[in-house]
């Protein structure tokens, strides 16, 4: 028996302000159904060999926090469209 059901969607799309076809909702249901069911196999593996970790990134692949020189300011500028006093000149987006 399905877990997500065609009323099941119906009720979150109304709560969501969605508006769905009844073949959506359909296709939803089952989408939803079997993504479901893939999570719970997921649960079954046997993760007990493996150490527990705060998140995926390792320690040990992260580079050495070194300050490096910078791009020289007139070579940045150079991209400019509109450079001015050494600075970057945009339009005004607030008060005008």
Known sequence: MPKVTVETVGRVAKLAHLS??????ATFARQLDEILA???SIGSLDTEPVPPMSHAGMAERLREDAPRG???QKQVLASAPDPAD???RVPRVIGG
């Not at 769905?20 to 909702?25: S, Y």
Request: net charge negative.
């Open 20 to 25: 769905l076809t009844v073949e959506e909702r």
């Open 38 to 40: 893939y999570a719970e």
């Open 70 to 72: 910078g791009i020289p």
């Open 86 to 88: 050494r600075l970057f």
